[in-house]
């Protein structure tokens, strides 16, 4: 029987599922909404682009492609404001309203903003979407000065394209390193060494506590230290949370029928589960016949055994596919389950290249915990065992003649899944 099949946001999660059930079931009717004015485009490349190495055609070709191959009747520029759970409805801020068989969120996540005196400010960006990676675009000035506030993957990501304009950079973190949450302390000390070698000034343990306008459209933003700055723009990069128009009163406990029996998750209450991502079982439904999937589902992290956001490109994608197989199938009997995923990050740093998986640190009061280090001139590894079984790893590269070292991360991420399984 034909199905009618609606999929809210149009990234790699939601792009992946349509592209799914229209290869598994042709005659299915699929509706993809997007909020973003425009055809849907490869979020990853923002920071390539505003560095300039890629062009806005190809930035936007891999979304066109999929809508053109598969046929997608693509609604963008609306905002879907709530989902009937029970009647399979949704409702846009137009007032526009659709029903359909199965729906699948896939919104992704926001980024957080900041909440210090002048964050509103003309100046002040995060990145997420094109439009913002516009805004930015706009405010460069070659020669000028930025802050980053965050030291997370997307702002080492963006200095990176910002120093191609030639801007002059103050990074600033509350921790006491970067990267933290993908490499260990001297992985991120090689990190910290390569941002210093290129201009990047890095504060530790320093925030942004204040912004005003200040002469010739700059900004003066004061840090804890009480140090004083004129910049020209500030890229606020201190995280991503899940994106959803579901509200408190649609929660649901879906804990029973989950499969990942292993969660050792904690959350104390479903609504902080929810307003953390939303709690999918292993088919990636939510309720019978809604589905979540990409950065605004929590699904289960394959090393650390409990349900979590990963938010990454590859994972939304794996997750489309699973949710859209599933939204097509004819009986709970023919669904997939999708095993869960690990989280793994591949980066470039002026030539100094990073990838890394899983738990990239080991608790240091276990025993059962080992780590095995090597390292070399322009290369380290470290591989961590909790009892002989790979949980993660990270290696990193400076040598272009020696690229070959990490083609190792393909076999050990298989390897961490492998043995989760
Ligand atoms: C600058 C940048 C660099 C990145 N680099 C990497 C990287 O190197 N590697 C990596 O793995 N990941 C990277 N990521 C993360 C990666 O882009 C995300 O994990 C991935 O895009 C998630 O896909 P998604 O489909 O779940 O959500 P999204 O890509 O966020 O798509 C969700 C869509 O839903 C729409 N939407 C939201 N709410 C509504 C609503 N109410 N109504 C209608 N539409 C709505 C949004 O506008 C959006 O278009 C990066 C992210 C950024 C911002």
Redesign the pocket.
Known sequence: MKKRHLI?????????AAAAIARLKPKDEIEI????PWA?Y??????YYLEGKISEERLFSWGKEIIHKNRLDYHQN????SVDTENLTIE?ESGRKSRADTILI??????LKPDFPGADLPGIFT???FSD?QAIQKRLKPGGRWAVAGAG??SI??IAALRQHDIKIDLFASSNRILSQVLDPYSSDLAATKLAENQIEIHLNEEITAAEPAADNQLKITTSSDRELLVDGLLYGKG?AA???LDKNQVVDNSSQDNWSADQSKLPNPWQQMQNGIKVNSQLEFQPNIYA?????RIFDLARKQTDRL???????E??LFAGHNMTAATPNSNRHYPGGVS????SLFGLDFISAGYREIPTDDRNWHSRKQKQAKFYSRLNFHKNQLKGFILCNANPDNINSLKKSGPLLARIKREAL
Do not use: M, Y
Request: hydrophobic content about 40%.
């Open positions: 809210i946001g149009a990234g790699n999660a939601g792009l992946s909404i997007s909020d973003e849907p490869c979020r990853c490349l923002l920071t609306e905002r879907v404001i846009c896939a919104t992704g996540g926001r980024p990145l997420r979407t990676a993957l997307v990501k963006t991503v994106a959803h128009p999937a990409g950065d605004t589902a938010p990454l490109w590859p994972l939304a994608g997750q489309g793994c990050n591949s980066f």
